[in-house]
């Protein structure tokens, strides 16, 4: 089993609604540092897993639709939920749909999955695994 | 499958009898940087594998019962065995007691495993991984 | 000379007024990290430039001053100019007053400095260094 | 499951022959952070998956197969082929060939994986995993 | 006393003619972590030593100047004399010069200095400090 | 101002006599990760600060007088007082020996300096700094 990953942050506001969280019910934010792995069974036809250069790029993208914003006005967390879980999840499900659209030679081999991780402080992180 | 982690760290001074460890028989000691992870296939209510809180408390409270301490004595290391797999083991053990105890809505769903991997020097870490 | 240094870690919202930030004028947030590091030309009576148990405490004291707020709305940086560099000095500053009131013994040599650094992403970070 | 990991680095010079890599193709060379994992489903007769010490010098051996040197030029990269990816797989084999002529009581359990981890920038790595 | 950082990193080939270099006398590679630091006593305008930003911009351009080359052909290392300290001080050098072209409230305040880290590996690095 | 640094670790045991430090008064241990560097106003023969290999030999030398021991039996640290700043002192003393043995052309040049951080935790370091 192959894997490659690449990894970039984004710096958002957001609060929870949801009493079990204590004091981040308040208006706070995170740095989240986000590393993304793909992993497949076999190299496609580069030598590789996924380009690097590709991967680095269509993640930038995914982080532009959340960086240096407020998560309680995005939609894809309605009703202040989004817990680093959610997010991951949110980011794995968008970089799945931009990697479909990659030319058929620039993708991971069938069968490959997508995990993203995402620190948001030394001591804490969450991770999403989905297929790709 | 979704997972969170959160980490610590404890101080502890140990020998090993074993002949295999060689100037590692010596009384020593080591920081272990301890992080440990829930994996789940779902989330629970609160839209996360687990609360972050919750698990830095309950982590904090099994290091209490390991920093500042000789691990030659602690009844967990008969015969001064406590390797970073083993302790990384007992960790985990104390770990899935203390979750268990906790109210429903704060536990990990159905399934959920626990990782906990225990990095010695920037050099080497150890890890174990049960059901939880 | 000689060194110590603790660290923690606070999670803000902010935003900037000034337009020179580009899009860090909308809500958004950071996970800061924070080194804090006392500088002193000779040990204490305890062979010690500070003791790291009072300055992890202190530290977080000061840091739950921030922890889980929006610092637009916070008094030490009026008109949004929460800027890291001002952030480290605030910081700082509050430090200095507390371990002002150490006890004698629990204190820095004279001539001491602290520095504050504050990583906010990866890749970039800003620092304050004054006398104690 | 426990596992046991140790890490070690090489700096090698390379390019690559597909114009897929675009700048890549120049020659270049990278600092290979390597991180290579031992997966067992129990413990052998030293409550230790493998030794540490013993993991360290078979990886440095391998290391010195490639450190200082120019992959271009080394057989087991035909063609300028050293992705990371590959680089992984060939540490990962002769690996799993120096760890089988270790004594039985030095060896992991049966079963056992191996994963070879190569950070070549703070923001990309590729990893090999593979049976022992 | 105030500071602000950033990072980047480049991937190059080079070789040593100075048989003092040992093994680093063949052709290899190294990945340059390179962080920069501007000192300045005062903030300017924008609360700031310097715009993040506009350091991460400039520090990109001067390493696209060494990225993906062999420092052997390169006119600022004449005789294969790449060492990591000669690197920081072209890079250095380098980003006095960009800094200079910037607007003036876009500089960091007089009396500044500039401190560029690089690190070629876990275990060593190499600098260089300036004046601005 | 040039510097060059490289890093090492060791494996302690050691407790406190003084009361100051409470749970740490009971026997525990730490692993020191150490770095050095040294900082000096212009480079020597070979284009460096001093050589990197040379440095982390002499490094392991020094480590090799306090990898797994119990400090509490060192002379250099009687009556129990091996703070992490005792510790830096003491091995910036030892390198400085062992440095002032090299050939001419090994050094720094004159006026050179040697730091000594030492960190033990993922939240604490210590330093001692000196002429060389």
Redesign the interface.
Known sequence: ?????????V????SFA?P?????Q??????Y?IEIEVRASS?NV????M???AM?TLLRRVCEGL????LDEHPAFPNR?S????V??HVAGELARLFGELPT??RATKGATLRVTMR???????????PL
Request: aromatic residues 8%.
């Open positions: 089993m192959f894997s490659v990953g690449v990894s970039d942050h710096m958002i506001a957001h949801d079990t969280f204590g004091p981040a308040r208006l706070h934010g995170a740095t540092s190299l580069h030598h590789v897993v380009d690097i250069g680095r960086d240096y914003s407020n939920t817990t680093t879980e959610r991951a999840e030679d620039a948001e402080s030394p001591v804490a992180f969450a991770s999403f695994e989905r």
